[in-house]
């Protein structure tokens, strides 16, 4: 453990603080043994620190670099994976490049105290969180996590929505934590990957628009350089020719499984014309729409 007491170097954050952020609006949920709170922004920068509390760390968008005084070359975090730092273990974070979000989980010991009492045991918990761990991000972690995050909750019953939210999250961390298999630590390559992994998600999401690179460079924090070079890295793709085919993806699924017509198909997946469209088609796939939709009709006469 380093020597925070002697050389000034870390600076404790407590519970108590944690609860009364600079900025109020990235308070997700608070009660006296557990705190919610969002970070973003590609500047993210929290310097060496410590905490009278455990913490999860939990990114849905890009990455986090963690440091900790077991690991001062840092650890990298995504989407797929989230992070367990015990109580007064020094560790500072801050974002990878381009944009990021992240939940942060504070929960004191009264509050791990009371889930031993309530839901069983927490032996096994407390003896693998002795020391910083990284834990993949499951399906259940990842839904409570978002609903957390959501800004359409609602007037009634904000706060308590919210702070239950948080509670369960918590209760589905330790749990997991718990029971499953301790990741590797992440490299820096694979902050590249969770990038594109988020690129590739706007784009499915917004396929039918015009996507110009300063856009996405906008919205991801990087260059428009950058981000072509490092998505034909990752995919052997352009950021075209992957938006093309998640368009005829979409159409395919349209032809086959309603009865609008071509030209209208074209139009809601983002192409100008009925033309356009069966171009792209027969260049990309050596098909027309029309043989894809007369296909799928004898295929289902058969």
Sequence with gaps: MFPRETTGIFMLRSFEQLG??????????????????????????KPWHWHDCLMFILPSQGVVELRHEDRREGLWLSQDRFAIVPANRAHETRSGVGAHHH?????????????????????????RTRATMVLPRSPAIRALQDLSMRHDVGPYGDRAIRQ??????????????????????ASRREHGSALVTDIKAF??????????????????????RHVTRL?????????????????????????SGTDLPV???????GFESGAAFARAMKRVSGRNPLDVRHGVARSIKQ
């Design 20 to 45: 009364h952020p600079a900025d109020r609006a990235s308070l997700v949920a608070a009660d006296e043994e557990r705190l919610a709170i969002r970070g973003s922004g590609a500047g993210y920068a």
């Design 203 to 224: 784009v499915m999401l917004h396929a039918a628009e015009d996507i110009p690179l300063d856009r996405l460079g906008d919205r991801f924090g990087v260059s428009r």
């Design 103 to 127: 939940l942060a989980l504070y929960v004191t010991d009264d509050a791990l105290r009371r889930l031993d009492e309530n839901f069983g045991s927490l032996r096994e918990f407390r003896r």
């Design 263 to 269: 030209t209208e198909i074209a139009f809601r997946v």
């Design 164 to 185: 239950n939210l948080a509670s369960a999250l918590v209760l589905q961390c330790v749990a997991e934590a718990a029971a499953s298999q301790p990741l590797p630590d």
């Design 231 to 255: 998505f034909r890295q990752e995919t052997g793709q352009s950021i075209g020719e992957f938006q093309l085919h998640a368009r005829l993806e979409r159409a395919v699924a349209l032809l």
